[in-house]
């Protein structure tokens, strides 16, 4: 049996290795950055190749020239996805207090999606109470068009955005009742849009039944969603109305949270 570590070398970029070395570098340099030649020590490389590296690295925007050809500090592209690390896991930390209320509330599993460019991400989850466990991994981009958080943050795009997004995800189907055109989801988000809050009625998985809603930043903007997940047999038709506002109601308190106490009207 092949070592293991040799086998995970194998699926290396070299380049894409050393440079992400190098941000690290950089990065821990602080806001004075590093020069070539600092970089080419610290990656054990000739000076040409750190510079083609640091020259390569500042045209995607992750680095940027401190002191033209000389000094390399990080770059506003880097800055801004570290921002977004940040303001999500601020999310996740201002919303866990909201997710435990909902799933006592509800008696079952609760999720906190974060929205990326329209998809759900969920970074937070809550068991429900009963034996039942949904161990649905957490940190994984998911689709959105048949999940709950992802058809109540789909709803907040308008049907050009929509489009776009579908075209690039696709509507891939996971059990009969998932949605099969693409017409029939926008026809849904409409839906959505008057009640305030989403269902995946067996969409994704058959036997689960969930609802989401969104909620909102401080700018107006879908920050996420919320969602509860639980066995079908055990959501009865005349609850799914009560269900659904419970879940929207709570995506409007981490609304106000997230808006700093000014109440978010949704879009």
């Given at each position: 049996m092949p070592n293991a570590d040799v086998a995970e070398g194998r699926y290396r970029v070299q380049s894409v290795a050393r440079a992400a070395a190098l941000l690290e570098l950089v990065a821990d340099a602080g806001p004075q950055g590093l020069g070539v030649t600092e970089m080419a020590q610290g990656l054990g490389v000739a000076k040409s190749t750190a510079l083609s590296l640091a020259r390569t690295l500042v045209a995607a925007g992750?680095?940027?020239?401190?002191?033209?050809?000389?000094?390399?500090?990080?770059?506003?592209?880097?800055?801004?996805?570290?921002?977004?690390?940040?303001?999500?896991?601020?999310?996740?930390?201002?919303?866990?207090?909201?997710?435990?209320?909902?799933?006592?509330?509800?008696?079952?599993?609760?999720?906190?999606?974060?929205?990326?460019?329209?998809?759900?991400?969920?970074?937070?989850?809550?068991?429900?109470?009963?034996?039942?466990?949904?161990?649905?991994?957490?940190?994984?981009?998911?689709?959105?068009?048949?999940?709950?958080?992802?058809?109540?943050?789909?709803?907040?795009?308008?049907?050009?955005?929509?489009?776009?997004?579908i075209g690039e995800a696709g509507m891939r189907v996971h059990t009969p009742k998932t949605l099969g055109t693409l017409e029939d989801l926008l026809a849904d988000l409409e839906r959505i849009r008057q009640i305030g809050f989403a269902i995946d009625d067996e969409e994704e998985s058959e036997g689960v039944f969930c609802a989401g809603a969104a909620f909102f930043d401080h700018h107006g903007r879908c920050a996420g969603?919320?969602?509860?997940?639980?066995?079908?047999?055990?959501?009865?038709?005349?609850?799914?109305?009560?269900?659904?506002?419970?879940?929207?109601?709570?995506?409007?308190?981490?609304?106000?949270?997230l808006s700093g106490s000014k109440r978010v009207a949704r879009r």
């Amino acid at each position: 049996m092949p070592n293991a570590d040799v086998a995970e070398g194998r699926y290396r970029v070299q380049s894409v290795a050393r440079a992400a070395a190098l941000l690290e570098l950089v990065a821990d340099a602080g806001p004075q950055g590093l020069g070539v030649t600092e970089m080419a020590q610290g990656l054990g490389v000739a000076k040409s190749t750190a510079l083609s590296l640091a020259r390569t690295l500042v045209a995607a925007g992750l680095l940027r020239s401190l002191e033209v050809g000389a000094r390399y500090g990080l770059g506003l592209n880097l800055l801004r996805l570290g921002d977004l690390a940040s303001q999500q896991t601020s999310i996740g930390e201002l919303g866990l207090p909201v997710l435990h209320e909902l799933s006592r509330a509800t008696g079952m599993t609760a999720r906190l999606a974060v929205n990326e460019n329209g998809y759900p991400i969920f970074l937070e989850r809550v068991d429900g109470g009963g034996p039942v466990r949904f161990h649905a991994p957490l940190g994984q981009r998911e689709e959105p068009h048949c999940t709950a958080a992802g058809k109540a943050i789909l709803a907040q795009m308008d049907e050009l955005e929509v489009r776009r997004l579908i075209g690039e995800a696709g509507m891939r189907v996971h059990t009969p009742k998932t949605l099969g055109t693409l017409e029939d989801l926008l026809a849904d988000l409409e839906r959505i849009r008057q009640i305030g809050f989403a269902i995946d009625d067996e969409e994704e998985s058959e036997g689960v039944f969930c609802a989401g809603a969104a909620f909102f930043d401080h700018h107006g903007r879908c920050a996420g969603a919320l969602s509860v997940t639980d066995l079908k047999l055990d959501v009865p038709l005349r609850e799914v109305q009560a269900l659904g506002l419970t879940v929207r109601e709570h995506a409007e308190r981490l609304s106000t949270i997230l808006s700093g106490s000014k109440r978010v009207a949704r879009r």
